[in-house]
T-cell receptor, first 115, second 117 residues
Framework: GAVVSQHPSWVICKSGTSVKIECRSL??????MFWYRQFPKQSLMLMAT?????????EQGVEKDKFLINHASLTLSTLTVTSAHPEDSSFYIC???????????FGPGTRLTVL | GNSVTQMEGPVTLSEEAFLTINCTYT??????LFWYVQYPGEGLQLLLK?????DKGSNKGFEATYRKETTSFHLEKGSVQVSDSAVYFC????????????????FGKGTKLTVNP
């Protein structure tokens, strides 16, 4: 149990287009989900905290209008990279906090390449 | 601010060798400390944790002791196996957790371990 999936696992898009990444908790409810970004050989950097039914909380330096987060249900959060540019190319990882046990579970990540 | 520094890899060992991956941290107050492991193609999994000074976290033969005096949480295993090949992340939660959960984790850069038969 406690599996988190991400879709797609990798995506290549043209500069200027928007890309949506889904994060799903498959067998538990998650009021809170987190979105991270990881550059090669770098740490995971928290981008935002996604709360079901309310606005996401963004970390300092993360553009809200660039990275749109929607947490419409207790099992799904989406991250949309709007007007993507090559510098947005990265590995995006989500995690979901299992409500009852207050434990965080991670998805396998999504590799985004913007040409 | 809060930060985690872990030894850079990659680390390559032979099976049954002793493993140490160093991790030091900077934090105000009393953080909780974690080690996560990421196997190829999978998400991060919690390996072990410690929530207060002198606590020892252990799991699957891995151990780490929360050393407040040296601000360290080094990961050790006495005899590694090929199946331990993965990337290991040290992380902290700036505030102490009461139920073993975690929020707003601060991660180290990760250390890739390869164990050869």
């Amino acid at each position: 149990g406690a599996v988190v999936s991400q879709h797609p696992s990798w995506v290549i898009c043209k500069s200027g287009t928007s890309v949506k990444i889904e994060c799903r908790s498959l067998d538990f409810q998650a009021t809170t989900m987190f979105w991270y970004r990881q550059f090669p050989k770098q740490s995971l950097m928290l981008m935002a905290t996604s709360n079901e039914g309310s606005k996401a909380t963004y970390e300092q330096g993360v553009e809200k209008d660039k990275f749109l987060i929607n947490h419409a249900s207790l099992t799904l959060s989406t991250l949309t990279v709007t007007s993507a540019h090559p510098e947005d190319s990265s590995f995006y990882i989500c995690s979901a906090r299992r409500d009852v046990y207050n434990e965080q579970f991670f998805g396998p990540g999504t590799r985004l390449t913007v040409l | 601010g809060n930060s985690v520094t872990q030894m850079e890899g990659p680390v390559t060992l032979s099976e049954e060798a002793f493993l140490t991956i160093n991790c030091t941290y900077t934090a105000t107050g009393y953080p909780s400390l974690f080690w996560y492991v990421q196997y190829p193609g999978e998400g991060l999994q919690l390996l072990l944790k410690a929530t207060k000074a002198d606590d020892k976290g252990s799991n699957k033969g891995f151990e780490a002791t929360y050393r407040k005096e040296t601000t360290s949480f080094h990961l050790e295993k006495g005899s590694v196996q090929v199946s331990d090949s993965a990337v290991y992340f040290c992380a902290l939660n700036p505030r102490r957790t009461t139920q073993g959960g975690s929020e707003k984790l601060v991660f180290g850069k990760g250390t890739k371990l390869t164990v050869n038969p």
